[in-house]
């Protein structure tokens, strides 16, 4: 059977899950990947469009403040008054504006806000509250890898992205600086919108951008690799316990069936995830759904295994 038809059988009822002990090793994994890959086209159309709604408007009043971004000798500034230092409050975060490094570093921090930008010309970085003493700092501009490798390495070296305590944030947040001769270009008075940051293996692009790219290799890395190894570690357990000889499997069939199993907790998962709903995350979701499927289907296994113990009249 192709992708679709045994998606859908597998998504419908479990009659198909006898068959599917005995499907090749490649083909299971063609599915998978297939699955995985539409789940996570589904992810970024889902949430995109809205985060890129929401990013033009948080940019448009950065430009009403700022007057959009300028290339000048001391690197990346405002187009409207570079010399003075500037705020500006959103829901959820800020952005904190400071024409030098020594203004910069006597930024600490409040206790109204869990996220923001800090902003000098020869840095932008962002800063996530992991709790009361501590924060995540991410550099949003990076030395160009093209022009100069040397200080791109270094720069991930000495950095990286890593939590840091209050009392060291200025100290870091100093080290983030970039030489402007090392910045992309940036053409005079560009909208925020036109931003773009090179956190991506060097490449500049804008933020929606990399968030789509972000949900897209993140669904990846669940539904390819954390998802399969949950199913792995189970298979594990069954097998050692004895599962597959009362059922006559192999570990290779016993896997396979785990993989088909785990699809409609997939599909699931991703559906909450592309709608952002709260609560649970994608591999929350996914054990969950994929606990309750998995009684049905192996007790369906187990009626075809045993033919007496066909007496329940029960049908799927």
């Known amino acids: ?46 949430r995109l469009h809205p985060f890129t709604k929401g990013y033009r408007d948080m940019c448009a009043k950065l430009d009403k403040t700022f007057g959009g971004l300028k290339r000048s000798p001391a690197g990346m500034v405002p187009a409207k008054d570079p010399d003075q230092p500037k705020t500006v409050f959103f829901k959820t975060m800020r952005v904190d504006y400071f024409p030098n490094q020594e203004q910069a570093a006597s930024f600490e921090p409040d ?6 930008i800090l902003w000098t010309p020869t840095a932008v970085a962002n800063w996530t509250r992991l709790s009361q003493d501590a924060y995540w700092i991410m550099p949003l501009v990076w030395p160009t890898i093209a022009d100069n490798p040397e200080k791109f390495v270094e720069f991930s070296n000495n950095l990286r992205w890593k939590a840091v305590e209050k009392k060291d944030f200025a100290k870091t947040c100093a080290a983030l600086s970039v030489p402007p001769s090392d910045m992309m270009p940036w053409n005079d ?28 290799v993140g669904l990846l890395f669940n539904a390819l690799l954390v998802s399969p190894l949950y199913i792995l570690i189970f298979t594990s357990f069954s097998f050692a316990f004895g599962r597959a000889g009362t059922l006559g499997m192999k570990f290779g069939e016993l896997f396979a069936i785990g993989i088909y199993t785990g699809f409609p907790g997939t599909i699931i998962a991703t559906l909450y995830t592309a709608l952002g709903l709260p609560a649970l995350d994608y591999q929350g979701v996914y054990l969950l ?28």
């Open 189 to 216: 008075s560009s909208d925020f919108f036109d931003f773009k940051t090179n956190i991506m293996a060097g490449i500049w692009m804008n933020i929606p951008s990399v968030y789509g790219i972000y949900l897209f």
């Open 111 to 116: 206790d109204d806000f869990n996220a923001g």
């Open 1 to 46: 059977m192709g992708f679709v038809a045994t998606t859908l059988a597998v998504c419908s009822g479990t009659a198909i899950f006898p068959a599917l002990r005995r499907a090749s090793f490649f083909r299971m994994l063609f599915h998978l990947l297939t699955l995985s890959l539409l789940c996570a086209l589904a992810t970024v159309m889902f």
């Open 289 to 316: 759904a994929y606990l309750v499927y998995s009684f049905p289907v192996f007790s369906r296994i187990t009626r075809e295994h045993n033919p007496e113990n066909k007496n329940d009249g029960t049908t799927s």
